[in-house]
């Protein structure tokens, strides 16, 4: 599918496996842009409400496999850009996505599913201007959160226990693994204090 | 292991086409007659996930969705069917028939203007039917036999891609592309074509006919990567699992 350009607007992603680190990196680098009066604001996993529908549903109906996860997390990354990230963009506003495309990515990789399966199902969302990994070691590698916190605790608490199970502290490094690669490429750096003190606005 | 099954696993057949060419009819008189024949039959209908189609239908009702993500949910639902229902049925040796398999948000998709080639990974890896039943139809009598029922629902009709607010009128024009692309698909994929605007009886004799003349050819590739994702994860497939640890 042919990809669209990301307007005037500048699209920033934040990646990691903790949905709660997610949330404050997302929230501190948004007050970067904030305190100078630039327009925009954060564009969060599940806008669209189709991982917390299928919360509400009984787990026995919901042995869905990596794949059909990562397909409903397109979706749902289908949703958050036709309402969330695009007007935005178009608007020229700043627009931080946390996480974007690379946490599904990475996931869909820890699970064994192939790179160029997943690489080509996201060909429809934009490249962002930017794109950062949140750091992530010890205690909180540990910490499985509760579903709704993110993408990565939702299918840990979906995905049957004798299969890859993908709140362990081992999954999560392998997810991690795939972010520093991308890191290794200039492709997705560590956000830190002097990253966000340093972005333009 | 997956080898091993083939002999012993069940068949797959899709019936696929547009609405009102006939398909629930004639899958239901070919379940009967397979059963007859001696075959355990599963029927696996499209959209029809316990997981996946509340939230479809939830929001096809507020006709919140693009066509993207109508096919991204139709390729999750598909994955669901297959992963859940049909791969355990088909382990187990039975006869499954698709009322509509994965040709149908296919065609439809395609019709919508999104590329094929996109809708195919997504719905990667593809699981070959056995045999696909292509029930041929003019827009005329697809849109003829449409309307002698209920009006079709907003993404049924196309209202989404042709903005007609008649959804009788809409689905006259939107048929016209999804047989157009199930043209096309029945080319590339080499479906059987069965001519739907033939007496009821005669198509599903020329059907047995077609079943009956049919020589079994084992998974294709595609085939095997679908069965052995499957049983890496499924709990569906984790008895499967066990055995094959004992005897290994």
Known sequence: MARRSAGKGRLIAVEGTRGHDLRDAAAELWQRFEAREVHGGVSSWDASGIFSDLRVEKRKHLSLSPRTLVLLYAADLVFRLRWQIRPALDQGQVIIAAPYVDTAVAFGVAEGLSRSWLTKLFAFAPPPAACYRIKERGKALRSKGKPLDGFVEFCAAILADDVAAAGSVEFRREMLAYLEELDGKNRCPRLTRRVISSQPV | ?248
């Open chain 2, 1 to 248: 292991m997956v080898r091993a099954r083939e002999k012993k696993r069940g068949l797959l057949i899709a019936f696929e086409g547009p609405t009102g060419a006939g398909t629930s009819t004639q899958r239901r008189l070919f379940k009967v007659w397979l059963e007859q024949q001696g075959h355990e039959v599963v029927t696996s209908k499209w959209i029809s996930s316990r997981a996946i189609r509340p939230l479809m239908k939830a929001r096809a009702r507020l006709h919140a969705l693009s066509a993207e993500e109508l096919c991204l949910l139709q390729a999750a639902d598909f994955r669901h069917r297959l992963e859940t229902q049909i791969l355990p049925a088909l382990w187990q040796g039975k006869t499954v028939v698709a009322d509509r398999f994965l040709f149908a948000s296919l065609a439809r998709a395609s019709a919508r203007g999104l590329d094929l080639d996109w809708l195919l990974f997504a719905h990667a890896p593809l699981f070959w039917p056995d045999l696909v039943f292509y029930f041929s139809v003019s827009p005329t009598t697809s849109t003829t036999r449409v309307a002698a029922g209920h009006a079709p629902k907003f993404y049924d009709a196309g209202q989404d891609v042709t903005n007609i607010a008649d959804p009788i009128a809409s689905y006259r024009r939107f048929v016209g592309r999804m047989i157009k692309e199930y043209e096309s698909l029945s080319l590339i994929f080499q479906f059987v074509t069965v001519d739907g605007e033939q007496p009821i009886y005669e198509q599903h004799r020329r059907m047995r006919q077609l079943f009956e003349e049919q020589r079994r050819q084992p998974w294709g590739q595609g085939n095997l990567e679908a069965v052995v994702e499957w049983l890496a994860w499924s709990p569906a497939a984790a008895e499967v699992r066990r055995g094959a640890s004992i005897r290994g």
